[in-house]
Structures are given as C-alpha cells and as structure tokens.
C-alpha cells in the first residue's frame, strides 16, 4: 500500500478585490498623470480666474480627486473611476476651443486610455487562449 500524500497548498495567493482595485486603479492614474505634459488634468480647475467654469459644471473631477476617491474607497469598481476619469475629459472638451492645450492634452489622454484598454483585452484574451499550467516548485 502507497503512502497517503499530504496535499500541498497552493503556490499563488489570491488578493483581495479591493486591493487589486486599489493597485491596478492606483497604476492607470499614475499612468495619466505622468502622461499629462501641460499638467492640466492634476489639480481642479481654478475657479477664480475661471469662473464660467463652475456655473456649467456641477462635479468638475480632476485626477487629485480621482487619487482621493480612490484612497477613501469611493470607488467600488474600475467603471467608476473610469466614470470620473471620462466626465473629466468630456468637461474639458465640452469647455476648450477644438484647437486648444487643453482640448488637445485630454484627446490624447483619451487615445491614451483606449490603448490601455485595448493592450488589456488583447492581453486577457491571449491568457484565454494560452492557458499556462502553473507547477508546484520541484515538480517536472
């Protein structure tokens, strides 16, 4: 009779949720900010020297409140942030002359994010398709 084999425990660890929300969310806002050569999108808008600005937009979102947000746990899912990130661009586009900085730097950043997103896909498709078989460490 062959001896009884202890199972072994798993080599990858499972994450919580929110800290893989939290780390991924924390990766794509820097990923925007280091992005953002004219610094338009960093603080929020300033009021003062603009203040049609306020009048036309109730939630004007810039990315410190997107880091806040996120620090605080407001977002509950990559959609929200995504929600704020996309309300901030839109703002910004619907407020800028077509040939302004501004108007310019948040197309680009748009671009930017379907890149991101598509690379994302392609990438968890390819993990779909190619399954890779993960070993125990000393196993063959």
């Not at 003062?48 to 996120?70: G, K, M, Q, T, W």
């Not at 619907?94 to 748009?110: E, L, Q, V």
Request: glycine residues 4%; proline residues 6%.
């Amino acid at each position: 009779m062959a001896p009884s084999r202890q199972p072994r425990a798993p080599t990858c660890v499972l994450r919580d949720p929110k800290d893989l929300l939290k780390k991924g969310s924390n990766n794509l806002l820097k990923n925007f900010s280091d992005r953002d050569g004219y610094y338009i999108f960093l603080q929020p808008v300033d009021f003062i020297d603009i203040d049609s600005y306020a009048e036309l937009f109730v939630h004007p979102p810039d990315l410190s409140v997107c880091h806040r947000n996120l620090a605080m746990g407001v977002y509950r899912t990559l959609m929200n942030l995504r929600a704020d990130r996309d309300l901030m661009w839109c703002n910004c586009c619907t407020f800028n002359a077509d040939d302004s900085i501004y108007f310019k730097g948040a197309m680009c950043s748009r671009q930017f994010a379907i890149c991101l997103a598509l690379v994302d896909r392609l990438l968890s498709q390819s993990a779909r398709r190619f399954p890779v078989k993960l070993t125990h460490a000393g196993n063959s």
